[in-house]
């Protein structure tokens, strides 16, 4: 059980290394300060003490699924992982990288706005709601990544990405009618991305074998 830990933090380490190299150094790191300056400092800004609904931050704490997703099928695009353990590794750089933005998003939302309210009387986060929408977050981004790693190994990378398009406009279809209903069913939301990910993983370990 030990060497298996040490295995899957050896695998962490040598994933996370291969992300910060396709990032792609200081021109990686400019595209996500733009990208924080503008869902994290802009948005919030124009959204007043309205970023700060329910609704709003838990889509915002779902947006990991658009950076863990892709991230995920480029890397198995890159290289077949050899083993299950690896493959579990991959995947969970992937969706670690997209909850960091997540955070980032967030962190620096809510700070914008107290910054830009200090004289406004305005409620607090509603943080039990939040944490579990980060959770939904979580398993979204983890359910996302590891179908996006079997369509890529059982396909390629370009049917993986064709797939996320679909899958991310349907999303977005259903937050435009149906936003009001995201955080009651956040709890359920968790449920179904955990089966979702049980299933894309068993189908990862059968070909990667």
């Known amino acids: 059980m030990l060497s298996r830990m040490e295995t899957f933090s050896e695998h ?5 290394a291969s992300l910060r190299s396709r990032l792609g150094g200081m021109k990686g790191l400019l595209i996500h300060v733009a990208l924080i300056g503008v869902f994290g400092v802009f948005l ?6 309205e970023f700060l609904d329910p609704v709003m931050l838990s889509a915002y704490a779902c947006l ?25 590794a991959r995947i969970s750089v992937a969706v670690l990288y997209g909850e960091c933005i997540v955070a980032a998003f967030l962190l620096s939302g809510i700070a914008t706005v107290y910054a830009t309210h200090r004289h406004s009387f305005f409620f607090a986060p509603d943080l039990a709601g939040l944490a579990m929408a980060g959770l939904l977050g979580l398993t979204a981004s983890f359910a996302f990544a590891s179908v996006a790693a079997w369509i890529t190994l059982r396909f390629s990378a370009t049917a993986a990405r064709g797939a996320l398009r679909v899958m991310f406009l349907l999303l977005l279809f259903v937050y435009f009618f149906r936003a009001q209903w995201l955080p009651d069913v956040a709890g359920l939301g968790v449920l179904l991305c955990l089966v979702v990910a049980a299933a894309a993983v068993f189908g990862v370990r059968a070909l990667v074998k």
């Open 12 to 16: 962490l380490r040598q994933e996370a």
């Open 44 to 49: 919030p800004w124009k959204r007043g003490i």
């Open 64 to 88: 990991g699924v658009l950076f863990a997703a892709p991230t995920a099928a480029q890397a198995f695009a890159d290289s077949r992982p050899t083993s299950i353990i690896a493959a579990i």
